[in-house]
């Protein structure tokens, strides 16, 4: 009994330090997008804590504006998941010029006993794009912050970690002239060319790229894209 006590012991010691180790990341979802040129889309930013105490999140996020053009950016609640009110910089915003989008939200009251931070991962912001320009490119995260409490129950304290502190996932996408599920790129999506070139794909006769993404899973022509082409094939959906 003593021995077992010992092991679940090591275990819980073992589990404490990886949540105590692991950085804070701010990742986009999706991942990477594929969108035809004149249609918007909107990418999450999302925070998550792995077991820190956060309080502040604030970023620049950088896009190519020969590409896309920044539509709205909407707060998503991360930090006010706990009930505590939080404000949002005023200076924060769309800058199209620049090709910026920034963001900026802190926790009003300071943590003590009865105010607390948030410990669950969430989304920060929403931000729709507009695609205006054919291409490729990234949305960067720049200037990334993040405030975290340590030292609870006795000496509460509040740390900034900046990019060298958080990971980072930034998100890829590509503009394309083609709509959604054009293949062989004769200006109609999901017509039998295109489901047969899905399907080589799929059992690896044609090398697939992101626009046999249709689920935007980051796998291109896996079983779910093959599907989603053929519903859209035969009316079911439209992609
Ligand atoms: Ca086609
Ligand atoms: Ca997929």
């Known amino acids: 009994m003593k021995y077992i006590q010992s092991i679940l012991m090591v275990i819980a010691l073992v589990c404490l330090l990886q949540v105590a180790s692991a950085a804070p990341k701010i990742y986009i979802e999706p991942s990477d997008s594929l969108v035809a040129n004149g249609s918007t889309f909107t990418v999450d930013v999302k925070v998550g804590p792995l077991g820190s105490e956060v309080t502040t999140a604030m970023y620049t996020l950088r896009f190519d504006n020969t590409h896309l053009k920044a ?3 909407t707060p998503g609640g991360f930090l006010s ?7 949002v910089d005023p200076n924060a915003g769309i800058n199209n010029t620049a090709g910026t989008v ?3 939200e802190y ?7 009865t105010h607390f931070g ?3 991962p969430g989304t920060l912001t929403s931000i729709t794009f507009e695609a205006i320009g054919d291409g490729a490119g990234k949305l960067n995260i720049t200037n990334p912050k993040l405030a975290v409490v340590t030292g ?11 990019a060298s502190d958080i990971n980072i996932f930034n998100a890829a996408y590509t503009v394309s002239q083609y709509p959604r599920g054009d293949l062989d790129h004769n200006w109609v999506a999901a017509d ?6 899905m399907i080589q794909a799929f059992v690896g006769d044609i090398i697939p790229n992101s626009e046999y993404d ?9 079983a779910v894209d093959v599907a989603m082409m053929i519903q859209a094939f035969v009316g079911d959906i439209i992609l």
């Open 71 to 73: 539509i709205s950016q």
């Open 81 to 87: 998941q706990g009930g505590e009110a939080t404000k």
């Open 102 to 104: 920034s963001y900026g």
């Open 107 to 113: 926790i009003e009251a300071e943590p003590d006993e």
């Open 118 to 120: 948030v410990y669950s």
């Open 152 to 162: 609870r129950p006795d000496t509460i304290f509040v740390t900034y970690l900046f």
């Open 192 to 197: 039998a060319v295109d489901v047969a070139m």
């Open 214 to 222: 249709l689920d935007n899973n980051g796998n291109n022509a896996d």
